[in-house]
């Protein structure tokens, strides 16, 4: 049997935890793998080649979705499995749910997926290499509603798409959707800076999942009729005629939601071509809103293109301390563009540094380390 993909420890327990990998985790290495050594339960750890979300050939698993469910079925018995939670993030996500479903799982507990493979601005699209024709994807939303899985899905407030990817299983009484607020598509990180995945998992071992959730979850913008002319505004930085007037409509309600409002005047700055006319915008979403790194980075892009260099190092400063005290995203790529402003404000020191800091971070390839290296060259020619 192939060990590329899949990786069995029997730990002689009852329970089992099937953990899909997300996007891009390499063959013979596996999501989570790390933060679940010791665990009290046994575990299987899956991932797939190509990026192919799960349905399509897994090398030691089966050819099929059909084989794969079977053969995880199988595994799972033979731990002497009596009860099976599933987990994923993102491509993972789509696993965790698909085969929780089809293997009869007890729960499954998922961040940031995409119901329907192919939507506008989904992950599948960009990442996938290995893509399924369309009339051949499995139908997440009915196979979920056959098998009536306890499914719990988080997903970050500012990723729009998200929000509408799950449309479609709100509608289940057995899935509860929790929004991390100000969070973006990668959840992972953040649940385990704030509370651990290991604790979050284990949670799940024991039924207090939803006690360990709430402390850092909610449902903010619920189902909010505006998540498509704000994600059209994220995605395509663009707004019809109409789509503008409804969001402008929308921030000067007394009733609207003073969050969600913060999001809107984000949406209308994104397509505005006037900088000055951006800028009033964009602090009117951070008055409402002042720890969305997503604002602040844009503030300080902002603020760049005026020449205003004091301003806009002031806002990519505040937006690294979010991301740092977050885990919402890399920080090391905001930190970069920090460095960046100090470099161009003259703050040469000050750059070498946050730029020694960061060095052990950054990884070893990629267009990060790229970036990196351009600036630390740039940076050592400077007496």
Not at 100 to 122: F, M, N, S, W
Not at 325 to 331: H, L, M, N, P, Q
Request: charged share 25%.
């Amino acid at each position: 049997m192939s060990v590329e993909f899949l990786k069995i420890i029997d730990n002689a327990k009852d329970t089992t935890v099937v953990v899909f990998s997300s996007a891009n985790v390499p063959p013979n290495k596996f999501s989570a793998i790390h933060a679940l050594r010791d665990f009290n339960a046994n575990l299987v750890f899956i991932n797939c080649p190509d990026n192919n979300w799960y349905i399509k050939p897994i090398p030691g698993l089966g050819n099929s979705v059909s084989e794969v469910s079977q053969n995880i079925i199988e595994a799972i018995k033979s731990l002497g499995t009596k009860r099976s939670i599933f987990y994923g993030g993102s491509m993972g996500a789509y696993g965790a749910i698909l085969y929780g479903a089809l293997c009869h799982g007890d729960k499954a507990i998922v961040t940031g997926v995409e119901a329907e493979l192919g939507a506008e601005g989904g992950y599948y699209n960009s990442l996938c290499r290995d893509k399924l024709e369309k009339t051949l994807r499995p139908n997440l939303t009915s196979i979920l509603a056959s098998s009536a899985i306890k499914t719990d899905i988080l997903i970050g407030e500012a990723c729009f798409s998200d929000h509408i990817f799950v449309q479609s299983l709100r509608k289940f009484d057995f899935v509860k959707i929790r929004t991390i607020t100000n969070g973006g598509h990668r959840v992972p990180p953040f649940i385990d800076r704030k509370i651990g995945l290991r604790n979050l998992i284990e949670s799940m071992l024991h039924d207090t999942e939803d006690e360990l959730l709430k402390n850092i979850s909610t449902d903010i913008i619920g189902n909010c009729e505006a998540y498509n002319e704000i994600r059209n505004a994220l995605i395509n930085k663009t707004l019809s005629k109409e789509e503008v007037k409804k969001l402008k409509e929308y921030v000067n309600l007394p009733s609207s939601n003073q969050h969600f409002k913060s999001y809107a005047f984000f949406a209308l700055s994104l397509v505005q071509t006037d900088n000055i006319g951006k800028t009033e915008l964009i602090e009117k979403a951070i008055e409402l809103n002042e720890s969305n790194y997503l604002f602040l980075d844009y503030m300080s892009e902002t603020q760049k293109e005026l020449g205003r260099i004091d301003k806009a190092l002031y806002y990519a400063q505040k937006c690294a301390d979010v991301i740092e005290d977050t885990g919402f995203e890399s920080s090391e790529f905001y930190m970069l563009k920090t460095i960046v402003l100090l470099e161009v404000s003259g703050q040469i020191e000050r750059a070498k540094n946050l730029l020694s800091v960061i060095e052990k971070t950054i990884p070893s390839h990629g267009k990060m380390r790229e970036n990196f290296d351009a600036i630390a060259s740039r940076l050592n020619r400077v007496c």
